[in-house]
């Protein structure tokens, strides 16, 4: 069942706003999801006139809701270690890091960009769920002297391969220095910034930790205003980008059902590591059994779909086997192409298998590398 | 800044459909906001006109986004004790109590329904926030003997003064005889089910808690069915009915940086209880020196205004003084009521204050009784 016209949002006290959200409703946005019980832009002129302008040209997307879960205290630095399968003992100050979250069994809690601040000062920079809660129930149960909270910090992303140019105008040469995945505090006419060279898509950029939202309004217009004369065109969290790129979605690629290894992040498990973080033994035991399914490409063939707004059913065989996690239509590689959890033996490049709509129809689709080309 | 037309929003896998999902639509729903990372529709004819069927006849809400968490286990009563001021010591086997969940400082994570369905088997039916995570991590940190989960378990509320005989018509007699804020579990054409004479409004009615979300279609559609001789409709909570009775909602009128006490739930903290729950020595702090603002009835006068979509300025003698957390205009009352959180010496009946709305405008309040008569 499927709706036949656009179904509205409630806009709500409780479905915060961001500090950004009367920019991004004078930029004509045409619609939100929630996340992080915040308000975030879906779409601006269409998901593919954006997809494109991110591709050619230069974006800047609201990610207020890009919540900030900030740690400080003597025990900092133990209670981040303790919420991480990935090896920490390197983290400097200034450096961003991809870390999954994970909780006792080892189960997908969240996939956040870490930053190390300062020797005990950390924000984890989340997907859609509340790591506030997560990490303040490890500091009491375990009696760490740490504070936990969420401050007053909200993302602005500048993406699309002429970001550089837009960053320089704005901070001056330094900024364009910045390596992938550090970042530097500043501060422009006041209003006080953290600057990292990251961001949730491939085409390169930067993201704006704005830490006063009273600026909100002030920022978007600079950046609008400095973009102007590089075509730069407000836009949102692609779907089409983050699938071709294969940037996993929590929530939408994996849950608290799915471990690291499953959706290819074991790279950034270190069970061996002498520190005892939570899940390590359900890791340890996940390496030496090995994973019976694992978050794969997929072209699903045939005409032009929409994507999937549940996860759809995949048969090998006439059997069960699996699920589309997430799936889009890309216009430039003029495909169906979807992220997919299949059990391991139907995970080689080429497999094919068949994947059951929303709808109801049955098309076929090949297990394909990503990202998808 | 407000948006001239409705906005759109993104349906994704992230936001999960509820087991009646495919009901809702077939209904007719307009538009949904995202609860608990769950669609949650907000309304179908209009909110007044859905209001109205609540009042005067009966209604079928889709309310599967009040996600459980279920605790089980050896040290389950005692985790469950934990998380909540409210002494349990009585608590018996079929009996559900509203009980807040507070954080080490006092402050609220959750205003939930708890049901007990065994010695060690309980379920907190939630307001909007992650106490899954907040559970699993008191529960990791303490090391107890718990599991905590999310089963697949969905509500579907029958609403007004006429779900007595719906009831009645759909399980038999026996199922008017329940007590307020007590359950049976049963099971009705081979769906498993669990009743409970409960509901956010005050216009009487149950919860029907679906224990396999594979029934979503056939529950929804018998009690529709069976409703048609009632004119029952299908509806949603309604802002205007619980701002009018005084029900809470949680991340509107209260967060994290709120206690029980200032919301008027002091009824439910007993911090002089023998047990340790978190937050106690915060909570007698309080309760001890008494709180500095609470939450309060507001008449705004004038003209019929919309309700806020964000939390409006007040203030006393040209000075801040709070703010209005939710708001509606009252059709039946045909006045424009808030729930403002104020300074406690602008708390007396009769005080007034002035608002300041979204859009600017200044208009005249009074502090006055809930619930609105």
């Known amino acids: 069942m499927t709706a036949t016209q656009p179904l509205q949002i409630g806009i709500v006290q409780r479905t915060r706003q961001s500090p950004f959200y009367a920019g991004t409703i004078r930029a004509g946005v045409k619609g939100f999801s929630v996340y992080n019980h915040m308000l975030m832009p879906i779409y601006y002129e269409s998901p593919e006139a954006d997809y494109w302008h991110l591709m050619k040209n230069v974006t800047l997307w609201d990610v207020g809701c890009e919540r900030q879960v900030e740690i400080t205290g003597p025990d900092a630095f133990h209670l981040t270690r303790l919420m991480t399968p990935r090896n920490l003992s390197r983290c400097r100050i200034g450096q961003c890091k991809y870390v999954p979250i994970v909780d006792e069994n080892g189960g997908m809690i969240n996939d956040p960009l870490l930053l190390r601040l300062g ?209 889009v239509y890309s216009p430039r590689l003029e495909q169906n192409i979807a992220l997919a959890m299949l059990p391991i033996m139907n995970t080689n490049i080429g497999t094919e298998v068949i994947v059951v709509t929303e709808w109801g129809e049955r098309l076929g689709a090949t297990v394909s590398p990503v990202p998808f080309e």
Chains 1, 2 share one sequence.
């Open 119 to 327: 020797e005990n000062h950390f924000w984890f920079s989340l997907a859609d769920s509340d790591v506030l809660l997560w990490a303040k129930g490890l500091a009491v149960g375990y009696g760490l002297d740490v504070k936990v909270t969420e401050p007053d910090v909200s993302p602005l992303a500048v993406q699309g391969p002429n970001a550089d140019p837009v960053m320089r105008d704005v901070f001056g040469d330094w900024v364009t220095k910045i390596r992938f995945f550090r970042f530097k505090e500043t501060e422009l006419d006041g209003m006080p910034l953290l600057i990292a060279k990251s961001g949730w898509s491939k085409q390169g950029g930067y993201e704006i930790y704005l830490r006063d939202g009273r600026y909100g309004n002030q920022l978007w217009d600079r950046m609008m205003s400095a973009g102007a004369k590089y075509d730069i065109k407000p836009a949102t969290p692609s779907t089409i980008e983050r699938i071709e790129s294969g940037l996993l979605s929590y929530g939408n690629d994996m849950t608290l059902e799915h471990n690291p290894f499953e959706i290819g992040l074991e790279k950034f498990c270190d069970v061996d590591q002498a520190f005892d973080f939570v899940g390590k033994a359900a890791l340890q035991k996940v390496k030496a059994e090995g994973i019976t399914r694992k978050l794969v490409g997929l072209v699903i063939h045939g005409e032009r779909i929409p994507g999937c707004s549940r996860h759809w059913d995949i048969e090998k065989d006439g059997e069960p086997s699996g699920k589309v996690m997430s799936s």
